[in-house]
């Protein structure tokens, strides 16, 4: 089996990362994720393009030199990527040492077989795009496609690089690799252009005259390369080209993953570079679409640009990966609005995943006290879940493969609802009424059996709600680690008499109207005046009878999965269904210290949306110095007993 090596654009640093920066880099690390979940070894490139026309000027406006701007920005997509879930294996700066050697290495190779020369040449040049146009590229009325402004015509000596002598050559590969483009219209896209008789040969030097902020030629100290040139080659020295095995191993199963708006570098400058250097081509180039807003291109101008943290900080991390993965078919644009985030939200978490566990293992703590039932004779609908699990699993791997997110995940859904509509169908409750255990534990091991199926194959995508749903179904905490191939043709590896979760409550719907109204009254709210003196004042006895005040239990206490400082409680209020609040007590309380002890709690707060969860009230605490204790009560009373 080949390793696999997927890069990510190495992106551009004249501007902060936005969303679809975001989309790529998620995209690339649950690709990545999976890949090594099917078995493959398995290496993740990102990381920052720092030179060129653009970073001096976008540093000129900043009132920085290049280094310092670049340094700046890049430490924010570095930064960014954690926040987002993101582990790249490399995170390569095309200012970087290593990085500058592999250039000139490389640019002497091509030099030394013929295929770079010395000309003058005179052309459209986009300072925008930083490159030259021919006269088929621009618009007709001249504009640069991209920018839709009119280049400046420049003519000046340079060095070329020899790309049209390998246009036949990338024509046949590309005929003769299907797969090498895709999806098929990107792959149509560029051989239409190769039959176009646009390829010229590539200007790749700027004279130090204009421009200083870049590498150097190894043959020629009065010229800079040009930064594509250069970036490309970041791909393979990331990989320790030309000095280091890593190369050697990884790069037969390379994949680059790019939008569609650089094409052209990717699918024509690269592999003919690379060609001319003696080096075999990257497996695959994978193109997406953009994300638009309203139908719109997200642009600065028009106010209509996603800032990904702003969507994660409300609604929760992994939900963020979900919708992006879900709602982007590849290769096509992608419509990026709240209301669609929520709707997705609502539907596939809430609704389907979140209510399948929510359901189950609240059923399993009811009539199995909360553990893995055995199960006896599968009947004809136990069969067809197991049929459909290999079915839905088995399209899930071969899509997700593909880099087809969105098809894989409505595969993988199929078996998510159905399971909803098993619970309904073979009604445990009943069972449990008629006394029908045999029947109820071969139902319930049959659903949490497959839940397990499913939550490893959502690692990729959502890695926190994954392990903590294995969590809920008491798998041991390396259980993420199963290879995903094996799961299609077993049924049974979720061992009878594991301890489960008592309740889950994953994914709590998001009430649109509520969301609008409170967003609504916090822009209306006038600033707060800070009060002169922090000490509390009196109040009077009506305020304090509007406190609620119970005690309850805690029958379950995880770390919440998208913040180190949280925990995750259900308590037993005596209402029936347990009360889920999230506390900021991580850093006093290890989780499985405080199952089982009754605290006193605030019954009454408004819900409130914490890092993704909705808190349903506030564990009451006391601060002694810096060490933090529960409030409880000296001997046990009821739960939901009232605080007078």
């Known amino acids: 089996m080949l390793p696999y090596s997927l890069t990510t654009p190495i992106y551009y640093v004249n501007a902060k990362p936005h969303l679809g920066h975001a989309y790529t880099t998620i995209l690339g690390d649950s690709l990545v ?3 090594r979940m099917m078995g493959r070894r398995s290496f993740f490139v990102t990381g920052t393009d720092e030179h060129g026309d653009k970073i001096v000027q976008a540093a000129e406006k900043a009132g920085q030199t290049p280094a310092a701007f670049t340094d700046a920005i890049s430490r924010e997509f570095s930064e960014l990527w954690p926040r987002l879930g993101v582990q790249p294996d490399r995170f390569v700066r095309t200012t970087g040492k290593a990085h500058k050697k592999a250039v000139q290495t490389f640019l002497q190779r091509v030099y030394d077989n013929g295929d770079i020369y010395f000309g003058e040449y005179g052309g459209h040049y986009c300072f925008g795009c930083e490159r030259f146009y021919t006269e088929k590229e621009l618009t007709e009325e001249g504009l640069c496609p991209q920018h839709l402004v009119k280049p400046e015509y420049i003519s000046e000596k340079n060095y070329f690089f020899r790309m049209s002598k390998y246009q036949g050559w990338l024509k046949e590969h590309i005929l003769a690799n299907p797969d090498f483009i895709r999806p098929e219209r990107y792959r149509s896209e560029v051989l239409s252009l190769l039959d176009s008789g646009a390829l010229e040969d590539l200007c790749i030097s700027r004279p130090k005259s204009r421009l200083t902020w870049g590498i150097d030629l190894p043959f020629d100290e009065n010229y800079v390369c040009y930064v594509w040139f250069d970036a490309l080659i970041s791909y393979i020295s990331a990989l320790g080209w030309p000095d280091n095995s890593t190369f050697e191993a990884l790069w037969p199963g390379e994949e680059h993953l790019v939008a569609k708006d650089i094409l052209k570098p990717h699918a024509i400058f690269w592999p003919t570079m690379l060609k001319a250097a003696g080096l075999e081509p990257y497996r695959h180039l994978n193109v997406h679409g953009y994300w638009l807003t309203r139908d719109t291109k997200m642009s600065k101008s028009l106010g209509n640009v996603v800032a990904p943290l702003e969507y994660v900080d409300t609604y929760g991390l992994d939900a963020f990966r979900y919708f992006l993965l879900r709602d982007m078919h590849f290769g096509s644009d992608g419509n990026f609005t709240e209301e669609a985030f929520i709707a997705r939200l609502n539907a596939d978490l809430a609704n389907d995943l979140g209510n399948l566990f929510s359901r189950v293992l609240s059923m399993a703590a009811k009539f199995c006290h909360s553990t893995v039932p055995a199960p006896a004779e599968y009947g004809e609908a136990e069969s067809y879940v197991r049929e459909l699990a290999d079915t839905a699993l088995g399209n899930f791997q071969s899509l997700f493969g593909e880099v087809r997110t969105s098809s894989a995940l409505e595969a993988l859904w199929e078996l998510v609802r159905h399971l909803n509509k098993y619970v309904d169908s073979a009604a445990p409750w009943a069972l449990a009424k008629a006394g029908d255990t045999v029947r109820l534990g071969t139902v ?6 497959s839940m397990r199926k499913v939550a490893l194959s959502l690692a990729p995508v959502m ?7 294995l969590s809920q179904l008491g798998c041991p905490g390396d259980e993420e680690k199963r290879l995903l191939k094996d799961e299609i043709g077993s049924f049974g590896l979720l061992m009878p008499g594991t301890p489960l979760a008592a309740a889950s409550n994953l994914f709590p719907r998001v009430d649109p109207e509520k969301k609008r109204a409170a967003s609504q009254q916090s822009a209306a709210k006038p600033a707060k005046v800070a009060p002169e003196s922090s000490a509390p ?10 406190l609620e ?3 309850g239990t805690i029958l379950v206490a995880e770390q919440h999965p998208n913040a180190d400082k949280l925990l995750r409680l259900e308590i037993d209020l005596g209402e029936g269904t347990p009360r889920q609040i999230i506390s900021g007590i991580a850093r006093h309380f290890s989780p499985e210290s405080l199952v089982g002890k009754q605290v006193a709690v605030v019954a009454n707060l408004a819900p409130r949306m914490l890092r993704g969860l909705e808190s349903k009230g506030m564990l009451l605490t006391a601060a002694d110095g810096d060490t933090l204790r529960l409030i409880t009560v000296e001997a046990p009373v009821a739960d939901g007993s009232s605080i007078a």
């Not at 004042?537 to 509007?546: L, R, S, V, W």
């Open 549 to 551: 005040l119970k005690i």
């Open 463 to 469: 890695p926190e709600t994954a392990a903590t749903m």
């Open 537 to 546: 004042g009196n109040i009077e006895y009506a305020d304090f009878q509007k």
């Open 33 to 35: 994720r999976f890949q």
């Open 444 to 449: 319930l091991y049959t659903l949490l059996e």
